[in-house]
């Protein structure tokens, strides 16, 4: 029971966070897209040198 609270309160905010702080809540949004593209990159740069 006491997870399914943090739950919760971790969703509740986090949908404050977005409410209050738009652009902030782009910005770290994109840092984390950023982050998977340049790891999606990495991979197959390195699956590229494999072959």
């Not at 509740?12 to 790891?39: C, D, E, H, K």
């Amino acid at each position: 029971m006491p997870k399914k609270i943090v739950i919760w309160a971790l969703v509740a905010f986090l949908v404050f966070y977005l409410v209050t702080q738009p652009g902030s809540s782009a910005n770290i949004v994109r840092g984390i897209a950023g982050g998977i593209a340049g790891m999606a990159h990495g991979l197959a740069a390195f699956l590229g040198g494999l072959a």
